[in-house]
């Protein structure tokens, strides 16, 4: 009897002690294994969310053959940005400026032009700090997002791409860039793939980046990435126009030139759709002006029932929060008939318990 009694006190225990184990980022396995059928798969919302809810409802009514608001599988698409949509961009910037930084001031295998490297060392601190970059320091930083990485093969570069994941977000306890995922969008996205949804990324970030950070963890097809192209040519191209160049499979390779890359942000976004996608969303999510014309095509004129959401980041404990932009994003999302989510009211989690703002 006693040895029982021993036996449950200690089973007891470790289970108190596995309770109260802080809860770190979900790792990467752990954000791919997110998935979500139905309405009670989603551990991530807060019960009395308003944006689930509405979620929910638009998926049940559109995938009922029985509503008039029916719609066929192969016209349930939708459309996500990634940074700051479902991915973090604030620890303190987006990840690829962020990597531009590691390139340029602590890659001990490159040696960066020192136009770069003076450059990155006079803005470093105005990213750190979140100042507003001048238009020129904003082009400059445009520019070397690729000029960095110029005489690299696309798979040197998500090799490069890969092994940044692996360094610590700035600001941000506990989390890693690779692991940088708001759960509970991620399982949105889940939601929607597993009910017929055709989901897609149409995103301003580098599309060989994109690919890299989203592949094995998020339920979007490699084909499905619209996103910011890489200009590339070869190693024996010179002055010839690619048009006019043959490719010899055994004296060149493919590399990325160098040249800035092809943007895909606001108007662009709605251009993308149509030359990549062919048909209207019926669902937009975003979290920026650089989203507007994704949100706004979406509900123009649309045969089909649409929504757009647009996600604001007021968390100030769990995330980076900034109440005064938080506060005019969700007037603009308000004012244009975006549909806002609060992260700070409706998440119940955003990357793991143990994640919180640096102090």
């Known amino acids: 009897m006693r040895k029982k009694i021993l036996a449950a006190l200690t089973a007891g225990l470790i289970a108190l002690g596995s309770f109260c184990l802080p809860t770190q980022a979900a790792t990467r396995d752990e954000i791919a294994a997110i998935h979500v059928v139905k309405a009670s798969d989603f551990q991530y919302w807060n019960d009395d969310s308003p944006t689930l809810q509405k979620i929910v409802d638009f998926v049940e009514d559109v995938t009922n053959p029985n509503s008039a608001n029916y719609i066929p599988p192969e016209d349930r698409i939708a459309t996500f940005d990634m940074d700051g949509t479902f991915y973090c961009e604030t620890a303190p910037l987006y990840f690829q400026e962020m990597m531009f930084f590691h390139r340029v001031l602590e890659d001990d295998s490159y040696q960066a032009p020192k136009k770069y490297v003076n450059f990155a ?8 700090a979140k100042e507003k970059l001048t238009p020129a320091e904003q082009k400059l930083h445009v520019e070397g997002l690729t000029a960095v990485y110029a005489g690299m093969t696309p798979e040197e570069y998500r ?3 890969r092994k940044f994941m692996d360094t610590n977000e700035v600001g941000l306890t ?5 692991e940088a995922f708001y759960l509970p969008m991620v399982e949105i996205i889940s939601y929607l793939t597993n009910n017929d949804f055709a989901v897609y990324l149409d995103t301003a970030c580098g599309v060989d980046t994109t690919r890299e950070l989203v592949n094995g963890v998020i339920p979007i097809r490699y084909d499905r990435i619209i996103a910011s192209d890489f200009k590339f040519t070869s190693t024996n ?3 010839d126009d690619p048009h006019d160049h043959f490719y010899d499979r ?3 390779k493919i590399v990325i030139s160098g040249k800035p890359l092809y943007d895909n942000a606001k108007t662009l976004k709605i251009f993308s759709i149509l030359n990549q996608i062919g048909k209207k969303p019926v ?10 014309g994704m949100l706004e095509y979406t509900l123009q004129d649309n045969k089909y029932r649409s929504m757009s959401f647009f996600v604001i980041c007021d968390d100030t404990e769990r995330e980076l929060g900034n109440p005064k932009r938080a506060a005019s994003d969700t007037a603009l999302a308000l004012k244009r ?3 806002p989510i609060s992260m700070r009211d409706e998440f119940k989690t955003i990357y793991g318990d143990n ?3 640096e102090k």
């Not at 669902?283 to 507007?292: I, K, P, Q, R």
């Open 250 to 252: 055994h004296k060149e």
């Open 337 to 339: 008939g975006w549909n």
């Open 121 to 128: 060392k006079r803005i470093l601190p105005k990213v750190m």
């Open 159 to 161: 090799a490069y791409v």
């Open 283 to 292: 669902l937009a999510f975003g979290n920026s002006s650089g989203d507007s």
């Open 174 to 178: 506990n989390l890693k860039r690779g």
């Open 355 to 357: 994640v919180k703002r």
């Open 237 to 239: 191209m010179g002055k």
